[in-house]
């Protein structure tokens, strides 16, 4: 048979479970999940590779509006995924209504890529309910397979990377066999470290941190990583650090036991906090930190 290969680009609205979609289907944790929107900052390739067919799987940022320049940058990572897609995944959830999706609905269907649209979080459905949700759906993309599926309790996943790869092109593979994800050590560390601070602090601080990991020194026994988390302001340092460090700590902690669960070794992690002012609305800062 024929090989084949493709780029298999996620997309959809912030929170509907791209993520969660993603490592199921790549079966490792490779983008950072959180009941929280607007994690997932970069596009992340997972790449499955089989005998005769390599899937290079890419989770982008959720549909946001412009309203400030980080924001617009991420938008560009979705754009994009519009632009190189072989299959789009097109992930809604059972809460979301057509209005939310619109616009992006609207782009997809004049393209000629094959959608395959995917209702998420069934688990949370009724079957009525369900039937309903798919109708209206196939309604608005006639010509996309509609799946429902829960992305967390793994329903219907095998068949969605069955249709996948039933549709995939006949390609030679884009990537060596042997390589897993685009992505550094680097980048799973920082986006580790974002996770913690995501479920540790209120709203504000998630938003106005940004990573940058200076050492990344992998010994024998144990990997020693030191990284600078940037804040935009002096108050938000002494959020971050917490009364006697405490809070930091706790985030130190937390993430370095997910690194080691990640990286399968001994993890000695130094965090550190610097202002940066108002990293977001510079674009020189910004390319620094990898959005171009
Ligand atoms: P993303 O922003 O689209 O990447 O969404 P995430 O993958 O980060 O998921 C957002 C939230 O929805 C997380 O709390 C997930 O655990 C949850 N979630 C994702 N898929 C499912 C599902 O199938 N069922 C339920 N009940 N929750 C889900
Ligand atoms: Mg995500």
């Given amino acids: 048979m024929a090989h084949k290969a493709g780029f298999v680009n996620i997309i959809g609205n912030?929170?509907?479970?791209?993520?969660?979609?993603?490592?199921?289907?790549?079966?490792?944790?490779?983008?950072?999940?959180?009941?929280?929107?607007?994690?997932?900052?970069?596009?992340?390739?997972?790449?499955v590779n089989g005998e005769d067919f390599q899937m290079v799987y890419s989770d982008t940022p959720g549909i946001l509006k412009p309203n400030y320049m980080l924001q617009e940058s991420m938008m560009k990572f979705a754009n994009s995924a519009l632009v190189d897609a072989d299959i789009i995944l097109?992930?809604?959830?059972?809460?979301?209504?057509?209005?939310?999706?619109q616009a992006y609905i609207e782009k997809v269907v004049k393209k000629d890529v094959p959608v395959l649209l995917l209702i998420?979080?069934?688990?949370?459905?009724?079957?009525?309910?369900?039937?309903?949700?798919?109708?209206?759906?196939?309604k608005y993309l006639p010509k996309a397979e509609i799946v429902l599926i829960s992305a967390l309790k793994k329903f219907n996943i095998d068949y969605v990377f069955d249709q996948i790869l039933k549709i995939l092109p006949e390609s030679p593979p884009y990537f060596p066999k042997d390589v897993l994800t685009d992505k550094t050590e680097r980048f799973f560390v920082s986006e580790i470290i974002r996770e913690k601070i995501l479920e540790n602090?209120?709203?504000?601080?998630?938003?106005?941190?940004?990573?940058?990991?200076?050492?990344?020194?992998?010994?024998?026994e144990i990997i020693r990583i030191r990284t600078i988390i940037y804040v935009e302001r002096e108050s938000q340092k002494g959020i971050l650090i917490g009364h006697q460090g405490q809070a930091l700590k706790k985030v130190g902690t937390h993430a370095r036991l997910d690194m080691e669960k990640f990286f399968d070794?001994?993890?000695?992690?130094?965090?550190?906090?610097?202002?940066?002012?108002?990293?977001?609305?510079?674009?020189?800062?910004?390319r620094n930190f990898g959005y171009q």
């Fill in 14 to 47: 912030p929170n509907v479970g791209k993520s969660t979609l993603m490592n199921s289907l790549v079966g490792e944790k490779m983008s950072i999940i959180t009941s929280k929107a607007q994690t997932t900052r970069h596009r992340i390739m997972g790449i």
């Fill in 90 to 101: 097109y992930v809604t959830d059972i809460f979301e209504t057509y209005e939310q999706n």
């Fill in 120 to 138: 998420n979080k069934i688990d949370l459905s009724s079957q009525t309910e369900i039937e309903e949700l798919s109708q209206m759906w196939q």
């Fill in 201 to 220: 602090y209120k709203k504000e601080i998630p938003y106005s941190v940004e990573m940058v990991v200076e050492e990344f020194k992998e010994e024998k």
């Fill in 265 to 286: 070794k001994k993890i000695f992690l130094e965090l550190y906090v610097k202002v940066s002012k108002d990293w977001r609305s510079k674009p020189k800062i910004l």
